[in-house]
């Protein structure tokens, strides 16, 4: 996984007691500098569309490990949204990173391979106006 700075992070570490009301503020900017900020749509269903993409997107770059991240999207998306099509690949990624067995015949070095390369097929579908967002 590649290593990321936050500028912030140092100032958030060294807060003075006298400080502390600007602390919510400062973690929310480190959040952002690290790319960890996740600010959803309103409306429900598209908030966990644009989860979806979020961590498609964190699988597609590395920093979040696919079983994980497959994970996420079978069990805190796919679900809610009633299993849609665009999902099915990733949800069975984690199917099968969860289910893995070594008398498979296939390492799980291959299936994380195939679950990121599902990550950046699945980015790549996203519609031009959220992609954006």
């Known amino acids: 996984m590649a290593e990321v700075e936050s500028p912030s992070l140092p100032m958030l570490a060294g807060l003075l007691r006298s400080e502390e009301p600007e602390a919510p503020a ?61 999902l099915q690949s990733l949800v069975a990624h984690a199917l099968n990173l969860d289910e893995w067995e070594e008398s498979w015949g296939v390492s799980v070095e291959e299936l994380n391979r195939e679950a990121v390369e599902a990550a950046k097929q699945f980015l790549s579908t996203r519609p031009a106006a959220e992609a954006g967002s």
């Open 26 to 86: 400062l973690f929310e900017q480190v959040l952002e500098e690290l790319g960890l900020l996740f600010r959803p749509p309103a409306d429900p269903r598209a908030a966990k569309w644009a989860m979806a993409y979020w961590i498609a997107g964190q699988i597609a770059d590395g920093t979040l490990a696919p079983a994980t991240g497959t994970h996420l999207i079978w069990a805190d998306v796919a679900y809610d949204l009633g299993y849609p099509e665009e």
